[in-house]
């Protein structure tokens, strides 16, 4: 399968909530990094990926565009989703680069605008301080400890 064949099936996966298949597209000791989740190595990408798809319940992915050659690639996608902690529907528009060694992704760096997401999911208070470190860092303090939580519950 070619690198932009792994995209598309990824992406598909994310959509049909198929966080297993995602997880495998991951080389061992592979990163991700987006706004929420920093820093996630090993098997921490596949985990919250696995978390992410097990705990939506209207988890919608649109695929806008992806492209791939041997080593790099990227995809533009869109997801829509009710952020479960408040139950506010977010449409979050995401833009991925992604790097590829032997067929699986070694690297992917997400990002879309914080501040808009946080105005969406958390409301007024995300949309008033949603640009702050504040917000930005109970967020990711949130998020890594959900991961941790789910990763020791679920192996």
Same mark, same amino acid.
């Given at each position: 399968? @070619?690198?932009?064949?792994?995209? +598309? +099936?990824?992406?598909?996966?994310? !959509?049909?909530?198929?966080?297993?298949?995602?997880?495998?597209?991951?080389?061992?000791?592979?990163?991700?990094? %987006?706004? &929420? *989740? &920093?820093?996630?190595?090993?098997?921490?990408?596949?985990?919250?990926?696995?978390?992410? @798809?097990?705990?939506?319940?209207?988890?919608?992915?649109?695929?806008?565009?992806?492209?791939? %050659? !041997?080593?790099? =690639?990227?995809?533009?996608?869109?997801?829509?989703? @009710?952020?479960?902690?408040?139950?506010?529907? &977010?449409?979050?528009?995401?833009? /991925?680069?992604?790097?590829?060694? /032997? =067929?699986?992704? @070694?690297?992917?760096? !997400? !990002? *879309?605008? *914080?501040?808009?997401?946080?105005?969406?999911?958390?409301?007024?208070?995300?949309?008033?301080?949603? =640009?702050?470190?504040?917000?930005?860092?109970?967020?990711?303090?949130?998020?890594?400890?959900?991961?941790?939580?789910?990763?020791? /519950?679920? =192996?």
């Amino acid at each position: 399968m @070619t690198n932009e064949g792994l995209l +598309q +099936q990824f992406y598909a996966a994310f !959509d049909a909530k198929d966080g297993e298949t995602m997880a495998r597209a991951y080389a061992p000791g592979a990163t991700f990094s %987006d706004p &929420v *989740f &920093v820093g996630l190595k090993d098997g921490e990408p596949g985990a919250m990926w696995r978390m992410l @798809t097990s705990r939506s319940k209207d988890l919608a992915i649109e695929l806008v565009s992806c492209e791939a %050659d !041997d080593n790099s =690639g990227s995809a533009h996608w869109i997801a829509t989703y @009710t952020f479960a902690q408040t139950g506010r529907k &977010v449409v979050n528009d995401v833009r /991925s680069s992604f790097r590829f060694a /032997s =067929g699986q992704i @070694t690297d992917q760096k !997400d !990002d *879309f605008d *914080f501040h808009r997401w946080s105005a969406q999911a958390l409301g007024l208070p995300g949309k008033l301080l949603g =640009g702050t470190p504040i917000i930005r860092s109970g967020v990711r303090r949130k998020a890594r400890a959900g991961l941790d939580a789910f990763v020791a /519950s679920h =192996g």
